[in-house]
């Protein structure tokens, strides 16, 4: 382990706490009293190339192994519609966030621009992870206790008139602008990135207990890889687990159906089901 990842893994010992903004009341997430269940699942982790995955040290510090296999990358995309939308950005009413990535490589265009960005009256995000990277920036966001984008517009209340800025994935859901437009706001939908796949190879042993899809494009690119009776092997002995409705959907319309779906789409609550999981496979054992 690097001197980095062992700093880490260090802060994720023990009792885990986070603090994310909602509304005027302060959420917080924990991760306590977890317990060290006796199997240690085998977990396949897809991620995307560079990534830092928060649930791969979480498990690995109550021993598990955790292979991680690269499924895709993500590249940057420059418009001129994004720098419009940076420039103007005094215009908009709000700004929504719905991922890290999203937030990466909107401020990224900014300093490639040389702008200082001002945020709009209101910033919201999906889920505390894309707070945090906003945080980092300086930016406070407000987020839904529920972390998808279908909540959030629930959350956001009346927006009529409003013009609001969603910077965003290539081919991102259409659900969250079309509800926002449905209820009267302006909506701008602007790419920010893609995710490129990659081509992979599954490691041959140790098989895996565990496949855990923290995103939902995640499950296009790692099937996408695999020939049917492959991929009929695969789930016919590994388990699967799921960060939250919009990964679960994702399953769905592959014919999956995950055994583990975390309550809240945080990294956390996904480790923390994993675990209960493989408790209950202790104790079956």
Same mark, same amino acid.
């Given at each position: 382990?690097?001197?980095?990842?062992?700093?880490?893994?260090?802060?994720?010992?023990?009792?885990?706490?986070?603090?994310?903004?909602?509304?005027?009341?302060?959420?917080?997430?924990?991760?306590?009293?977890?317990?060290?269940?006796?199997?240690?699942?085998?977990?396949?982790?897809?991620?995307?190339?560079?990534?830092?995955?928060?649930?791969?040290?979480?498990?690995?510090?109550?021993?598990?192994?955790?292979?991680?296999?690269?499924? +895709?990358?993500?590249?940057?995309?420059?418009?001129?519609?994004?720098?419009?939308?940076?420039?103007?950005?005094?215009?908009?009413?709000?700004?929504?966030?719905?991922?890290?990535? +999203?937030?990466?490589?909107?401020?990224?265009?900014?300093?490639?621009?040389?702008?200082?960005?001002?945020?709009?009256?209101?910033?919201?995000?999906?889920?505390?992870?894309?707070?945090?990277?906003?945080?980092?920036?300086?930016?406070?966001?407000?987020?839904?206790?529920?972390?998808?984008?279908?909540?959030?517009?629930?959350?956001?209340?009346?927006?009529?008139?409003?013009?609001?800025?969603?910077?965003?994935?290539?081919?991102?859901?259409?659900?969250?602008?079309?509800?926002?437009?449905?209820?009267?706001?302006?909506?701008?939908?602007?790419?920010?990135?893609?995710?490129?796949?990659?081509?992979?190879?599954?490691?041959?042993?140790?098989?895996?207990?565990?496949?855990?899809?923290?995103?939902?494009?995640?499950?296009?690119?790692?099937?996408?890889?695999?020939?049917?009776?492959?991929?009929?092997?695969?789930?016919?002995?590994?388990?699967?687990?799921?960060?939250?409705?919009?990964?679960?959907?994702?399953?769905?319309?592959?014919?999956?159906?995950?055994?583990?779906?975390?309550?809240?789409?945080?990294?956390?609550?996904?480790?923390?089901?994993?675990?209960?999981?493989?408790?209950?496979?202790?104790?079956?054992?």
């Amino acid at each position: 382990m690097r001197p980095a990842e062992g700093k880490q893994a260090e802060r994720h010992k023990g009792e885990l706490r986070r603090s994310t903004v909602a509304g005027n009341s302060q959420v917080k997430y924990s991760l306590t009293d977890i317990g060290c269940p006796r199997f240690k699942p085998v977990i396949l982790l897809p991620t995307l190339d560079g990534s830092h995955h928060s649930l791969e040290f979480h498990l690995k510090t109550l021993g598990n192994r955790i292979i991680r296999i690269t499924i +895709a990358r993500v590249e940057p995309i420059a418009s001129c519609t994004l720098d419009r939308a940076l420039e103007r950005l005094g215009d908009y009413d709000a700004i929504i966030f719905a991922s890290q990535n +999203a937030v990466e490589y909107f401020f990224s265009r900014a300093r490639a621009l040389r702008l200082r960005l001002k945020a709009p009256p209101r910033v919201f995000a999906v889920g505390p992870e894309t707070a945090r990277a906003l945080r980092r920036k300086g930016w406070r966001a407000r987020i839904p206790r529920s972390f998808h984008a279908e909540a959030l517009a629930n959350f956001m209340g009346n927006v009529k008139g409003w013009r609001i800025l969603l910077p965003r994935a290539e081919k991102g859901r259409e659900i969250l602008p079309r509800t926002l437009r449905r209820r009267g706001a302006r909506v701008d939908a602007v790419t920010v990135y893609r995710i490129v796949p990659q081509r992979f190879s599954l490691p041959a042993k140790p098989s895996a207990d565990l496949i855990a899809f923290t995103f939902g494009s995640a499950v296009d690119h790692f099937l996408a890889c695999l020939q049917a009776p492959a991929r009929r092997r695969f789930f016919a002995q590994t388990a699967i687990a799921s960060l939250g409705p919009s990964t679960t959907a994702a399953l769905r319309r592959r014919g999956l159906r995950p055994d583990i779906e975390a309550p809240q789409a945080t990294m956390t609550a996904l480790a923390k089901a994993i675990i209960r999981w493989a408790r209950n496979q202790s104790r079956e054992a």
